[in-house]
């Protein structure tokens, strides 16, 4: 004899809960967290370095580094000016709040203003799971091919900016930026888009700005 | 490909709300995964026999209710379930649209058996 009870919970609202602490931690410390996300090679560590570099004059920034092995990307971020704890998540394929909680520990955070987190390079796992931020960014980028949020819709739907990485390829690889930019409204209307390139500087003056004006916002609300 | 995360947080989920009912044992889950969730019931199904072995839970079998992305058009109001890449609205093209169901992730119920229910057989 078998009974039914009823239980109704979203399976991932352990995660959930942590990434609500986490994102209280953030709060209280009165700093900006932003989740980049990307597949490998999008250039999450270039555009981290590149923000660094860009910011560094106007804001105190740390840096959470998200990948399987190695901290070559925490040495990036740490050679551009930032200071960077490297997570390595031993084969899981995506962050989740409690590596972010664990990473949160080693950082006085009262002493930034902004926090990029890195996450694994992968388009499907990492937008399900909530880290807490305030700000989740996808990084595409040009050689990936035009049809990405087509194939990626999870990924592409619950940000709250896009940047489209390595614009200065466009003349060599067959991307149609229209089509891409038509599949990105279908699932995410009016999104924040920056197209620019890390390499060549292209269009990198406007994502910095917004990144500014974001931290600005946060900081008005905070007092 | 997080199913390994996944079942443990369902094994928690079910464990808890068993618990909770002075149940012995947890005989099936229900869940319910929408199809824009990513997940896959065969990989889900491997790994909670993994994760579930050696708990009251072990051996449970799932049940998935799965849920189509269906959409609704923000400029004519149409809803509708998608066919294939293609997302725009099928009545009037438009590419305002907003998902209605399809992001579902939860488990909905679980069946157990209970200590007493047991003995009352015998």
Known sequence: MSQRVAVVEKILSANDRLAADNRTRLDSAGLLGMNLMASPGAGKTSLVEATVRGLSGRLRMAVIDGDIATRLDADRAVAAGATAVQINTGGECHLDAVMVQGALEQLKLDQFDLLLIENVGNLICPASFQLGTHLSVLVASVPEGDDKPYKYPGAYRGVDALVINKIDLLPYVSFDIDHFRRGVELLNPGLTTFPLSCRTGQGLDAWLDWAGVQVEAKRRTQT | ?122
Do not use: N
Not at chain 2, 43 to 64: M, N, R
Not at chain 2, 72 to 83: F, G, K, S, T
């Open chain 2, 1 to 122: 490909m997080h199913e390994l995360s996944v079942t443990q947080s369902m094994l928690e989920i079910a464990l808890r709300h068993s618990q909770s009912a002075g149940a012995r044992r947890v005989t099936d889950l229900h869940l319910v995964i929408g199809d824009l969730s990513s997940i896959v019931d065969e990989s889900l199904q491997f790994y909670w026999d993994i994760v579930s072995q050696g708990t009251p839970a072990e051996g449970a079998k799932l049940h998935f209710q799965r849920v189509p992305l269906e959409l609704i058009c923000l400029a004519c109001e149409d809803r509708y379930l998608p066919v294939g890449q293609d997302l725009a609205c099928p009545a009037c093209g438009s590419a305002q649209v907003k998902v209605v169901t399809g992001e579902e992730f939860h488990l909905e119920a679980i069946d157990v058996e209970r200590e007493t229910q047991l003995e009352s057989v015998r």
